[in-house]
């Protein structure tokens, strides 16, 4: 461990011990390493630090090396949202699928295999699980990250989730604080609203925080969203009301509050990032994420310049920063103790795993079989198939880089299979697919059909014209199911595009939902 003596004066190493910055490369820049000495207690990771696993756990030996409890963090939710195989896909399907298998065992015995994995790589920290109740089905941001739209299981799910990563050693941060399953607009493009009484936030979005604070979840993330039954002027983020008087002090959380990302446009298109972060934390948060979008030394040095300014001015009340930066210390300490410290109330045996029900390497694949739903019938597929990926833009959470689908896996499974993508701007969708499908079988593979005409159209056209289609679903099943066989793979995991794959290929009996 590198030693050097620091001169940065108290509430300046606490206005560094507040941030997560994220950075660019796969290795730890030079400006980087001078923050951590100088009192920076957090670092971030996205796809764009990853390699493989052996690199990650370089990089996070090379940061531990300048101070060893440093938080590590990450927005791993399995799933759609994969840092650590942002470039391969999912080996977890996301929570979407786990809520629809509905089986606590199997939620807690995926957590903690992703954080087991987590912890190999040296990170302690994840942004997950969204605790989200998907009660808007048009939701552009949340959708399958939700583990559904009833609000119990939301809620036993949460727990369960929080319960495993845990287990493993890595810290929870359950998210978006107080709820953004009930929005049409995505806080990373705009302010969403939510228009609801609070009689309906306390028995909808709140109840699966609650059940967060009791299963002890170390930390939460706020959501920059406007609910002017909690308070009319100020979103959750730099709301008092909310992150103080509602978390703290009705909810009784005494565990780490971290903003969601500052950059984004609903804070930084409203106050800016430097006064967002100081209201934030003069609001309750004990930290802010930032770096998915700005990720450079420039901005670490803008934000802590404005915390200490505020604190200078008696804006931020110095007592106020310290606590956070004393918050976000006790967590980075938990973790030092806790990695490895057990197994998940309820987890399972390596012998339980091999007939489907806990832990294993291959627990994600078992969990994305289960959570496959089929309707309808169909023969094995004996030749290659022709596979249309009907494509939308991707929310900046799930991000381009990710591939998703069934056409890799299918093309394994029986070689020769092909695949094209279409989206809303190709012209007469149906008769392109058909005209490159010729006479092979069409498997149609979408995501959130119910949200796009041009999909629902499209599909409804191809199988008028060739009743033998096959569809699959991997976003929310909300739309009427169609096609000689309907597979519903409730997320778009690698895993999930495999489970699918092998319906296809195998074909199945007539069964219903």
Same mark, same amino acid.
């Given at each position: ?19 997560? &910055? *994220?950075?660019?490369?796969?290795? =730890? ?46 927005? %791993? ?37 992703? *954080? ?12 997950? #699980? ?47 604080? &107080? ?10 493009? @705009? ?159 390596? %012998? ?14 078992? @969990? ?10 169909? %023969? ?17 959470? =799930? ?9 890799? %896996? ?18 007469? #969708? @149906? ?35 060739? &009743? ?46």
């Amino acid at each position: 461990m590198t030693t050097l003596i620091s001169t940065t004066d108290t509430v300046t190493r606490d206005a560094l011990a507040v941030l997560q &910055p *994220g950075f660019t490369g796969t290795t =730890v820049p030079d400006w980087v390493l001078r923050r951590v000495d100088e009192g920076l207690a957090s670092v971030a990771l996205f796809g764009r630090n990853i390699r493989t696993a052996e690199q990650v756990s370089a990089l996070t030996a090379q940061l531990r090396a300048e101070r060893e409890d440093l938080l590590v963090a990450i927005d %791993e939710e399995g799933g759609d949202v994969t840092r650590l195989e942002v470039r391969t896909g999912s080996s977890f399907p996301g929570n979407l699928a786990l809520g629809h298998v509905d089986d606590l065992e199997l939620t807690r015995a995926v957590a903690q295999e992703l *954080g087991r994995r987590l912890t190999e790589c040296g990170v302690n920290l994840n942004w997950a #699980p969204s605790a989200d109740v998907n009660s808007n089905p048009d939701n552009p941001i949340i959708g399958v990250r939700s583990f559904g739209a009833d609000t119990a299981l939301v809620a036993r799910h949460t727990a369960a989730y929080i319960e495993g990563l845990q287990a493993a050693g890595v810290a929870a941060c359950t998210k978006h604080f &107080p709820g953004h399953g009930d929005t049409a607009i995505d806080s990373h493009h @705009a302010m969403p609203r939510i228009d609801v009484d609070l009689e309906t936030l306390h028995a909808r979005e709140l109840v699966p925080f609650r059940a967060a604070v009791a299963a002890g979840s170390k930390c939460v993330m706020s959501a920059h969203i406007l609910l002017p039954a909690l308070d009319p002027n100020r979103p959750a983020t730099v709301s008092p009301r909310i992150l103080t008087g509602l978390l703290r002090e009705e909810m009784g959380y005494d565990g780490l509050i971290v903003t969601d990302a500052v950059e984004m446009q609903a804070i930084a298109g409203t106050y800016g990032i430097e006064r967002g972060s100081v209201l934030a934390i003069a609001a309750g948060a004990d930290a802010l994420c930032v770096g998915g979008g700005l990720e450079d030394d420039g901005t670490v040095q803008r934000l802590r310049d404005a915390l200490v300014a505020a604190v200078r001015s008696g804006e931020l009340a110095e007592e106020r920063l310290a606590d956070a930066a004393a918050r976000v210390r006790a967590l980075a300490s938990w973790t030092r103790g806790a990695k490895g410290a057990g197994s998940a109330p309820g987890a399972a045996t390596q %012998e339980e795993a091999a007939s489907g029900t806990g832990i294993g390497s291959d627990i994600g694949l078992i @969990a994305a079989r289960r959570a496959v739903r089929v309707i309808g019938s169909a %023969e094995p597929l004996t030749e290659p198939a022709y596979v249309a990926a009907f494509t939308s833009a991707s929310n900046i959470a =799930v991000g381009d880089e990710t591939p998703w689908g069934v056409a890799a %896996e299918l093309g394994r499974l029986v070689p020769g299979t092909e695949t094209d993508t279409y989206s809303g701007e190709t012209v007469e #969708p @149906a008769a392109a697919v058909l005209r490159a499908a010729g006479e092979r079988r069409i498997v149609v593979v979408v995501r959130d059909a119910h949200r796009h005409a041009w999909m629902a159209g499209t599909i409804d056209a191809l199988v008028a014209e060739r &009743p033998d289609t096959v569809v699959v679903e991997m976003g929310v099943p909300q739309a009427p199911p169609t096609g000689a066989l309907h597979i519903a793979t409730h997320g778009a995991a690698r895993v999930c595009g495999l489970a699918a794959a092998e319906v296809i290929a195998r074909g199945t009996e007539a069964r219903g939902a």
